[in-house]
């Protein structure tokens, strides 16, 4: 455990470092800052697969809750329809799970609420360098895809939201290690209250192996994928696709 603890300090570092240099104007060749991020991809994949891509990441306990949990990112979609649901609470919002699944399925959030639920203390790190420990609770990812049963040729999960910067749609995707890790959860309650929409109400996906940009908040849709090369620009996620981010972003 204590190596799993000095490896993330080590990659966290990494994403750091590049995000301080480019903050300070140190670095603004694209072609060293890729160059710099995909060996942190690779690092980070054979870190994982070193230590096993199943592996958890640490959980916490009560007295190690930040006090300010801050948001990130976008805090309130623009949608209409997005604006609409928040102001009656939810009550009508339909997550769509479709895609590469034998039963396509609309499941509402007392429907999701009413499955067992995983509560989980874990420490957020955002690449812009930032960090902070919060209590997540939600549906496993996997017991949501038990009912919807994937098609063998199924690779990926994307994640689409409600969202957008400039008109384009926030999403984001994983793969189907990390959807059926055990700490992969669509959460819906944060620090015992009901997901705020600055933390992406009512459901954000919390993927503890990896860096902030994969938690995908305001999820409206899962799609599952066999490629990724024609969701949005091909990246696999809004910042992958804008700005090269990894689209493994492991911790
Ligand atoms: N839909 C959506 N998800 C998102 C973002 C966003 O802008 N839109 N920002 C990401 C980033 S960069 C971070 S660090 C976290 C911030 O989560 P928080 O607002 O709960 O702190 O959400 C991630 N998920
Ligand atoms: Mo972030």
Not at 35 to 56: F, P
Not at 144 to 165: G, I, K
């Amino acid at each position: 455990m204590s190596s799993l603890i000095t490896r993330r300090n080590l990659l966290t570092g990494l994403g750091f470092t590049v995000i301080a240099g480019g903050t300070a104007g140190l670095i603004f060749s694209p072609s060293f800052r890729d160059l710099v991020l995909s060996c942190g991809e690779k690092l980070s994949y054979r870190t994982h697969r070193l230590i096993g891509r199943n592996a958890l990441a640490p959980e916490f306990t009560e007295a190690d809750l930040s006090p300010d949990f801050r948001t990130n990112g976008n805090t309130m979609p623009a949608s209409a329809d997005y604006q609409g649901q928040a102001a009656t609470g939810f009550a009508n919002w339909q997550l769509r799970v479709d895609g590469l699944v034998a039963t396509p399925k609309t499941f509402t959030m007392a429907a999701i609420k009413s499955m067992p639920a995983r509560t989980q203390i874990t420490r957020h790190d955002c690449v812009e360098g930032w960090s902070a420990i919060g209590k997540w609770t939600g549906l496993p990812l996997a017991t949501l895809l038990n009912q919807v049963t994937l098609h063998p040729s199924a690779r990926y999960l994307v994640l689409h939201c409600a969202d957008d910067f400039d008109g384009q749609a926030y999403y984001e995707s994983i793969d189907l290690v990390d959807a059926l890790h055990p700490q992969t959860i669509l959460a819906y309650a944060m620090n015992d209250q009901t997901l705020s929409v600055g933390h992406g109400a009512p459901l954000r996906l919390r993927v503890e192996r990896q860096l902030g940009y994969k938690q995908a908040k305001y999820i409206m849709r899962i799609e599952a994928v066999a490629s990724l090369d024609t969701i949005g620009a091909g990246k696999g996620g809004f910042w992958e696709d804008q700005i090269g981010y990894d689209w493994y972003a492991g911790i």
